[in-house]
């Protein structure tokens, strides 16, 4: 079992800049990848970064250039960088962690971002 707990969320105003953490504990020897996703009102969950344990990272293509991924290598806390937030940014930001053995995906219970405009 993994836990997740993430902090950093709350009122931000748009242009301005948040830096979400991700505390892993549990059987962090197994995780592989540690990621944000989010999810706004009335959408689909998509991922935001992933941070990979032998160093990779991987982005979405409407957030590069304003978020930055970090992390320590013993993949116990995870970082999200975001600059010139927009309102469209605003969304439950989930942290989020898959493993290897056993294969499973765990999730923390999500912090809120609103970016006021």
């Known amino acids: 079992q993994v836990q997740l707990v993430e902090s950093g969320g709350g009122l931000v105003q748009s242009g301005g800049s948040l830096r979400l953490s991700c505390a892993a504990s549990g059987n962090i020897d197994s995780i592989f990848v540690l990621g944000w996703y989010r999810q706004a009102p009335g959408m689909e969950r998509e991922l935001v970064a992933a941070?990979?344990?032998?160093?990779?990272?991987t982005y979405a293509d409407s957030m590069k250039g304003r978020v930055t991924i970090s992390g320590d290598n013993a993949m116990k806390l995870v970082f999200l960088q975001v600059t010139n937030l927009k309102a469209e940014d605003t969304a439950v930001y989930y942290c989020?962690?898959?493993?290897?053995?056993?294969?499973?995906?765990?999730w923390g219970q999500g912090t809120q971002v609103t970016v006021s405009s």
């Open positions: 941070l990979f344990t032998r160093g990779g990272t």
């Open positions: 989020h962690a898959r493993t290897v053995l056993p294969h499973q995906e765990y």
